[in-house]
């Protein structure tokens, strides 16, 4: 098993390149099913997910074609089949976006549950009501895979209320509802920027999608759509990320390519602390050394509310900083299993239900801990450059799955990282 051995480093200090996004990749490319043509998608990331998403479209009966400069060519026009088995499915949850596209195109999915990170029971109960309501039948018998066909004249439009802004199944939803006959709305929709992207793609393709972005989207169903092509968002997550570890390490990161709006919440919490983040004409400057450092609390809730996906990096620094401050988790139950990683690394962190409260300004050490999760990965590497000693990071596959070049990019910055197969 591969680990990652990160040891105390200097402030990192130097300008990093931040690559298209992880989860706006999976459902743009889970939406090239939708059409017979080819679509071709720039910017896209070298990571386990892409990797995993290629083998279903492939196993579907689609041909791919990834070029060395992150170019993406898709064609579906031979699939041939409607169902994804076990062994693919489990890889990821976003495996589970195929199943609006395959409704929508071929009337009928048959699809193994989805895997994933393990944070929380992650039920997908929302996108299976979003394809009861565009008239589809769903079996529910089993508990191991769920089978859905559409009616006899396919999908019909109709107006389906989100209990909760779920990125998933505003983005499944969305896509079976664009082939489907008549008006759709989707409301207490998603508003992330990945929703957006998707949008924006499938409109190229000849889809009509209007207020993707904002809480009620409205899809007036067509007929067919046609290849496009298109270029991904940059990642904002993995912004995110840069911009921790500019503030954890007191250093200086110009991080390039970046969409300054998506990170507008991650940078207000960073300056309450006292971090300078500026954006310049080149990149987002953030430098953590420049002023004395101040806690503060940080509640996660859907976009525009601060990234579910950058609490636990978050957290990782606020360990670092004088002061007590609370963490709260809204949008997954179970998302504090890095709490007991990095209080194994000398931090003081307790939890009560979806609450962490930190007492920060402990010096860190070096301990052998767990990447949980894909963030918490991160997380661990972000605490590992300020403790004292070596970190040891096992199961650092789930990092993997989401950054992309991650070792590269930060002993670019001059962080003291290996990956060693043990
Ligand atoms: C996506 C992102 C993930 C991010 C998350 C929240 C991708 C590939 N992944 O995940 O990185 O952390 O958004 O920003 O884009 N829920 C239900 N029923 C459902 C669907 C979701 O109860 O049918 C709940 C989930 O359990 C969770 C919450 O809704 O508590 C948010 O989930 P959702 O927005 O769907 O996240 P994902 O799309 O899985």
Known sequence: MAKFLVQKSEPLYGEVHVSGAKNSVLPLMAAAILNDEKCRIYEVPRLLDVTVMEEILMSLGGKIDFQEDGTLDIDMSG???????????????????????????????????????????????????????????????????????????????????????????????????????????????????????????????????????????????????????????????????????????????????????????????????????????????VNGGMNPLVATDIKTLPYPGFPTDIQSPFMSFLTTVEGSSTVIETVFENRFMHVAELNRMGANIRTKGNRAMIQGGKNLEGARVLATDLRAGAAMVLAGLVASGTTEISEIYHVERGYEDFVEKFRSLGANILRIED
């Open 79 to 285: 699939m041939n089949s409607t169902e994804v088995g076990f062994d693919l499915a489990s890889k990821m949850r976003a495996s589970f976006l195929v199943m609006g596209p395959l409704l929508a195109k071929k009337g009928h999915v048959k699809l193994f549950m989805p895997g994933g990170c393990t944070i929380g029971a992650r039920p997908v109960d929302l996108h299976l009501k979003g394809f009861e309501a565009l008239g589809a039948e769903i079996d529910r018998k089993s508990d191991s895979f769920v089978e859905a066909k559409a009616g006899p004249h396919g999908l019909i439009g109709a107006s389906i209320y989100l209990d909760f802004p779920s990125v998933g199944a505003t983005e499944n939803i969305m896509m079976a509802a664009v082939l489907a006959d008549g008006v759709t709305y989707i409301e207490n929709a998603a508003e992330e920027p990945e929703i957006v992207d998707l949008a924006n793609f499938l409109n190229k393709m000849g889809a009509s999608i209007k207020g993707a972005g904002t809480d009620t989207i409205k899809i007036e169903g067509v007929k067919e759509l046609k290849g496009t092509a298109h270029t991904v968002i940059p990642d904002r997550i993995e912004t995110g990320t840069f911009m921790l570890a500019a503030a954890i390490t007191r250093g200086e990161i110009l991080i390039k390519n970046i969409v300054p709006d998506h990170v507008r919440a991650i940078a207000a919490k960073l300056r309450e602390c006292g971090v300078v983040v500026e954006l310049t004409d080149e990149g987002l400057y």
